[in-house]
């Protein structure tokens, strides 16, 4: 794999500041005013359905005078039909578009007043559809007979790398912070493995996981690649947005963080739940690898595949636990007595009730009785808990995994009550009850130092973190 970033990255990557680094957010990866070279991507107006803006080689693989021309001339007025009918953000595959020496595969997006026109080299002479669906129906067969959420993950990563050819294709899992981790992995014998290792949120920013729900494929054929600028009739059609244009050029900073990864290509496809993006299938390679049309689309369809059958594995765990808790509450029930006092009750069915929530202890505080079960703080300490929560707690519950964020006291006993579950019961002498889980200290493997900030390299590149291995 070629070392060297181009001439035109590093004087993107030098524009860059060190705040933009950090907190890229900010990036507007969607006009980059260049595409990948691997391919062309011809920008027409809707209205007058002439070709205004270009980028890749053209005048070699198309058409050599193409600017200002109508776009039935170059694709064929059956391709300009489909196009036209596509609604705002959405795509259409069109049929094979003949260029100067051989066939192109065609991809038409529709964004605002523009038609957008990828065209790439067409899928090799001979390729069955045949085989396409029947290795689509085999992968979501093998995704089908999975048992739970992490056997499901194994498996995909496994049909993903056949369909692929990539060195190495894991499943990554996004948290509620941005940060994701990786449950699965598949990958040649001679690469380190990044199982289990976790990635903060800056190496996905929030603008590029908003593009990866939107664009639900993204491949980087060759990550040295030299960016093919887009050729406009007037300046400002150079920063037409690309959003949906798997031909897109890619952020520098991406394009330095897969090379520091010893990464020749990727490929990136979207696990979206509910319009939510759950977490991606990413694929690299050692080498420059292209990925045609027909296994970009047999991805996407598996991706889909996936992401229904983590909604059922999802759904099927949550009804095992429904079950459990309904098991719970139905023996904790059966020992109450109308007769006896509620404190009663609950020195009775405390344990029933402790593992209804799995909790570690659980507190009644009734005016100025406490009663506890199972592992609790001592009694003043549980009044601080009580007198912080009782406003909050009543009349909808109160819940946290991390008490001492809200309570700066309770990291005196947070080894005793880290989580908690408060719940204000309206009765004459209200009645608090607290569940407590304790602290559960994990070590995490990062794959490099989460808090490494940007460095600058001899040629005062800002880069971002070179280093992936483990680190805790």
């Given at each position: 794999?070629?070392?060297d970033i181009p001439a035109s990255l590093q004087d993107s990557l030098r524009a860059v500041s060190e705040d933009e680094l950090t907190l890229c957010d900010r990036e507007p990866i969607h006009i980059p005013g260049s595409i990948q070279p691997h391919g062309m991507l011809?920008?027409?107006?809707?209205?007058?359905?002439?070709?205004?803006?270009?980028?890749?080689d053209i005048e070699g693989r198309l058409a050599p005078q193409w600017l200002g021309r109508p776009l039935a001339s170059l694709i064929g007025s059956a391709a300009v039909e489909i196009a036209l009918g596509i609604e705002d953000e959405t795509s259409?595959?069109?049929?094979?578009?003949?260029?100067?020496?051989?066939?192109?595969?065609?991809?038409?997006?529709?964004?605002?007043?523009?038609?957008?026109?990828?065209?790439?080299?067409?899928?090799?002479?001979?390729?069955?559809?045949?085989?396409?669906?029947?290795?689509?129906?085999?992968?979501?067969?093998?995704?089908?007979?999975?048992?739970?959420?992490?056997?499901?993950?194994?498996?995909?990563?496994?049909?993903?790398?056949?369909?692929?050819?990539?060195?190495?294709?894991?499943?990554?899992?996004?948290?509620?912070?941005?940060?994701?981790?990786?449950?699965?992995?598949?990958?040649?014998a001679h690469l380190v493995s990044f199982l289990n290792h976790q990635f903060p949120a800056t190496?996905?920013?929030?603008?590029?996981?908003?593009?990866?729900?939107?664009?639900?494929?993204?491949?980087?054929?060759?990550?040295?690649?030299?960016?093919?600028?887009?050729?406009?009739?007037?300046?400002?059609?150079?920063?037409v947005d690309l959003s949906d244009v798997g031909l897109r050029s890619v952020s520098p900073i991406h394009i330095r963080y897969l090379q520091n990864m010893a990464v020749g290509a990727s490929a990136s496809i979207s696990i979206v739940m509910d319009g939510h993006l759950w977490g991606l299938v990413a694929c690299h390679h050692d080498e420059a690898k292209t990925i045609l049309l027909s296994d970009r689309t047999a991805c996407r369809i598996l991706a889909h595949t996936l992401s229904q059958q983590i909604a059922a594995k999802d759904e099927?765990?949550?009804t095992r636990e429904r079950v459990r808790i309904r098991a719970s509450e139905d023996t904790a029930l059966a020992l109450y007595d109308p007769e006896s006092s509620f404190e009663s009750f609950v020195e009775g069915a405390g344990s029933e009730?402790?593992?209804?929530?799995?909790?570690?202890?659980?507190?009644?505080?009734?005016?100025?009785?406490?009663?506890?079960?199972?592992?609790?703080?001592?009694?003043?300490?549980?009044?601080?808990?009580?007198e912080w929560v009782k406003d909050k707690a009543a009349p909808f519950p109160f819940l946290t995994d991390r008490l001492a964020l809200h309570l700066p006291e309770a990291e005196a006993f947070q080894s005793l009550a880290s989580g908690l579950l408060a719940v204000s019961l309206s009765t004459e002498t209200p009645i608090c009850l607290i569940w407590l889980r304790a602290e559960k200290i994990e070590t995490v493997e990062w794959a490099g130092n989460p808090h490494k900030g940007a460095s600058t390299d001899p040629n005062a590149v800002l880069t971002p973190r070179s280093s992936f291995e483990t680190w805790s």
């Open positions: 794999m070629k070392a011809l920008v027409a107006d809707r209205g007058t359905l002439d070709i205004v803006a270009g980028a890749g259409a595959v069109l049929d094979p578009v003949t260029g100067l020496e051989n066939s192109l595969d065609g991809v038409a997006h529709r964004t605002g007043e523009y038609l957008l026109i990828e065209l790439e080299d067409a899928e090799r002479a001979g390729a069955s559809t045949a085989r396409i669906f029947t290795r689509i129906e085999e992968a979501g067969a093998a995704l089908a007979r999975t048992h739970d959420l992490l056997d499901l993950c194994e498996a995909a990563v496994q049909q993903f790398r056949a369909i692929t050819g990539y060195d190495r294709v894991m499943i990554y899992r996004f948290h509620e912070d941005g940060a994701g981790s990786v449950m699965a992995e598949d990958r040649a190496d996905i920013p929030k603008q590029a996981r908003a593009l990866y729900i939107r664009n639900r494929i993204r491949v980087i054929p060759d990550v040295c690649y030299e960016p093919a600028p887009i050729r406009a009739a007037e300046p400002g059609l150079s920063e099927a765990e949550l009730l402790c593992r209804m929530l799995g909790a570690d202890g659980l507190a009644v505080l009734s005016g100025t009785q406490i009663s506890t079960f199972g592992r609790c703080p001592d009694e003043a300490d549980l009044r601080t808990i009580g």
